[in-house]
């Protein structure tokens, strides 16, 4: 058997784009991961905190997923690392079977990257990525904005100096109003000048810095290096002045080390509690992940494979898992800085892995006396550019049923935590499927004067033959809306005493299942009992190779015409043109 290389740049799509790096890639690379760091410092220290663990998880979950990554990812500029809401979801999935702080919660967020990692590499392995085309986007868009308000309402505890907590939105907004008597003013200060410091940092000051003459790619690095500042300046300020002993909560002491290895599979029980959680961020994870890296691989012309993204992921996933990180993925705003940093490889990512390395190594003891309403700050600008409830306006504008599926999403999110907003999520896009799907667009068509073509009899002025009535379904024919095509044709035969044929134009069917198969036979014998016939036009390769398997064509009481066109010529004359209308 012959050895094929092919097979090994399948799955280790580092062989591919390392075997043409040169010194230009390089240099670009290296400067988007000096920029990605620089942003990440503060931001894995934050996530860590949303996620209810010690901040050097943070920075754990930052160094060999992203390398893990490199190895197995195959877009080039997406940054993987904890992001927002996943970092929520696994603080209200752990906060669940361990308490916040012990060595167990530690052990279950391990644990919970581990069964997420391992899902999402046998996906990838079985090439099962379009299972996150089942997601519609309303309903994804909708989580966010939800999980967006959910996270910065979690943080508003860091900011306001209390102790307070609930993973809904209605038991933060009570367990705060209870503990507002407890507010530390001092605390207050320093997170909303810190969150106003940040919010004018987004907005404000690259172009400041462009009018003061820094060129673009300056202006750009000091303006995502922000965060970096806000940590310093308050860090200092708490330090010099001790504001830890007035009451300001502080990052403290964080281990100056590499991350260690971990052990995530402490029993069976754990992993059977934390089976459903893992898989609501695999599934939220992935498509965030997929879709950011489609957008940017699209403006490059690159090609992002699903499936081996999956695999990818899954391996970031694991590494974290055994080595004291928690769930990962590829982050919107990391990714953007990323590509907009000018990086040209995955080595991007390996770089700033490394410089996450040495910040775990040598930087940590600068950071005792970073507050946690920095971080807290750090996070609320982060996620509420995630929230977008002008989803509600389009949707409803453009989709009743997409409108109703976003707000319900939003709202079971909101007042019910962000599994159950998920799960909802994922079964509303499939119920919006299927109800779409249920009742497909039905037309009756005729033939456009001068030409071969056969549009809708309501829209066109079209010829038309009183004998034959020719249905066209926009739609594969399945479970779901075979009774409905069922009733249509029935229905229509009851109405028109002078119909001898009836003519099923299948352009649009790509499928048609073994219930859809039973209501045809259905037509096909009620049809024939009033003396009409039955007859299919324009029917798909595939889905002829499926009806030549079963009695359907030996027992149809017409023919099957190759064009709808043909089937007008051999069934009747036509008529006139039938006028057309305004209706659908």
Known sequence: ????????????????????????????????????????????????????????????????????????????????????????????????VAEQGTAGYATAAITLAFLSGAMLVTLGLFRLGFLANFLSHPVIAGFITASGVLIAASQLKHILGVSAGGHTLVHLLESLWTHLSEIN??????????????????????????????????????????????????????????????????????????????????????????????????????????SVAQTLA??????????QELIGLGAANLGAAFTGGFPVTGGFSRSVVNFDAGAETPAAGAFTAVGLAIAALFLTPLIYFLPQATLAATIIVAVLSLVDFKILKTTWGYSKADFTAVLATIVLTLISGVEVGVSAGVILSIALH?????????????????????????????????????????????????????????????????????????????????????????????????????????????????????????????QVFLSQFAAMKALGDVTGPTPATDAA
């Not at 699209?298 to 499936?307: I, L, M």
């Open 1 to 96: 058997m012959s050895f094929d290389p092919r097979v090994f740049k399948r799955y280790l799509p580092i062989l591919d784009w390392g075997s043409k790096y040169n010194a230009n890639a390089f240099a670009n690379d290296g400067i988007a991961a000096i920029i990605v760091t620089i942003m990440l410092i503060p931001q894995s220290l934050a996530y860590a905190l949303l996620a209810g663990l010690p901040a050097e998880a943070g920075l754990y979950a930052s160094i060999v997923p992203i390398m893990l990554y490199t190895v197995f990812g195959t877009s080039r500029a997406l940054a993987v690392g904890p992001v927002a809401v996943v970092s929520l979801m696994t603080a209200a999935a752990v906060g669940a």
């Open 185 to 290: 003013w001092i605390t207050l200060v320093i997170g909303v000048l810190a969150t106003a410091f940040l919010f004018w940092v987004r907005k404000g000051l690259k172009p400041l810095l462009r009018k003061a003459g820094l060129g673009p790619r300056l202006a750009d690095v000091v303006t995502k290096a922000g965060p970096v500042a806000a940590v310093v300046v308050t860090t200092l300020v708490v330090g010099v002045f001790r504001l830890d002993q007035h009451g300001v909560r502080i990052v403290g002491e964080v281990p100056q080390s590499l991350p260690p290895f971990t052990w995530p599979i402490s029993s069976l029980a754990l992993l059977k509690q934390l089976f459903i959680p893992a898989l609501l961020i695999s599934i939220i994870g992935f498509v965030e992940s997929i």
């Open 298 to 307: 699209a403006k490059k012309r690159q090609r992002v494979d699903p499936d």
């Open 434 to 558: 299927l109800y779409k799907t249920s009742k497909p667009h039905i037309a009756e068509v005729g033939l456009v004067p001068g030409t071969e073509h056969f549009r809708n009899i309501k829209r066109h002025e079209v010829l038309t033959t009183p004998e034959l009535v020719t249905i066209r379904v926009d739609e594969s024919l399945y479970f779901a809306n075979a009774r409905f095509l069922e009733d249509y044709i029935l229905d229509r035969m009851a109405e028109d005493k002078a119909l001898k044929h009836v003519v099923l134009m299948c352009t649009a069917i790509n499928e048609i299942d073994s219930s859809a198969l039973e209501a045809l036979e259905e037509v096909n014998s009620r049809l024939a009992d009033n003396g009409i016939k039955f007859h299919l036009s324009e029917v798909k390769g595939p889905v002829m190779d499926r009806l030549q398997r079963s009695h359907f064509l030996h027992d149809l009481t017409g």
